[in-house]
């Protein structure tokens, strides 16, 4: 049985007694495997990783745990144990002149499968905070939320921060921002209508605001990959 269950902080004394009581249940997330997810026993979370290439899991003791670390990157609980830690570009390396511009947002999205369960992030370039994450959301393309990412973060800053640097790999995303437009070739569906909802907010925010934000194409071969990604490759 897959589970999704995300707004855990106001959880009542009665589910806190139930999870004490069963210490020994186990909780397994899959950030990618065939069905991204969290499950309630090592079957359900197999099916989901046996003969998937470099899937990505773990089990936690409770619930809240398994569905906290579902939202958060992968790499916060395998192999690396800080929160907020993120691989230090190889663009650091570089004389100054040849980095990116250190006063950024770096975006990025990622999707296990096409369609499939999409997310994206914001990342500030130089200390390699996460600055905004939305999803997992069902029946998403990875175009599509890099195009949301963008949009979210320029939304976030163009009255504040005006001219702040917003990096994207994508050139499909950067083109459908220039277009005021998301091109996809996505049908929508009941599964996908959330992720449809959030495209049409973001057109019509391009269509009715004007920001001076340079958006411009993140040199993943001059500086490694961009600071959001997820390191799901």
Excluded at 103 to 129: H, K, L, Q, W
């Amino acid at each position: 049985m897959q589970i999704y269950i995300f707004l855990l902080n106001n959880k009542t004394q009665s589910n806190q007694n139930k999870e004490l009581m069963a210490k020994k249940q186990k909780y397994y997330t899959v950030w990618d495997g065939k069905t991204p997810g969290v499950y309630d026993s090592w079957k359900e979370c197999e099916n989901q990783i046996k003969g998937y290439e470099n899937a990505k899991f773990k089990s936690f003791d409770s619930l809240t745990e398994a569905n906290n670390a579902f939202v958060s990157p992968w790499y916060n609980y395998i192999g690396k144990n800080s929160e907020s830690k993120i691989v230090t570009p190889d663009y650091k390396n570089l004389p100054h002149s040849e980095q990116p511009v250190l006063d950024s947002i770096a975006v990025d999205a990622a999707c296990s499968g096409n369609p499939g369960m999409m997310e994206y992030r914001g990342v500030d370039v130089r200390t390699g905070y996460q600055i905004f994450h939305l999803g997992p959301l069902e029946q998403g393309t990875n175009n599509i939320g890099e195009f949301l990412a963008i949009v979210h973060a320029i939304a976030l800053f163009y009255k504040n921060n005006p001219s702040i640097t917003i990096y994207s790999d994508s050139n499909t995303a950067l083109s459908w921002i220039k277009n005021k437009k998301a091109k996809t070739k996505l049908e929508p569906n009941q599964q996908n209508r959330p992720i449809f909802n959030l495209i049409q907010r973001a057109e019509k925010w391009l269509q009715e605001n004007t920001f001076s934000n340079p958006v411009l194409k993140w040199d993943t071969e001059k500086w490694g990959e961009i600071p959001a990604d997820f390191g799901r490759k």
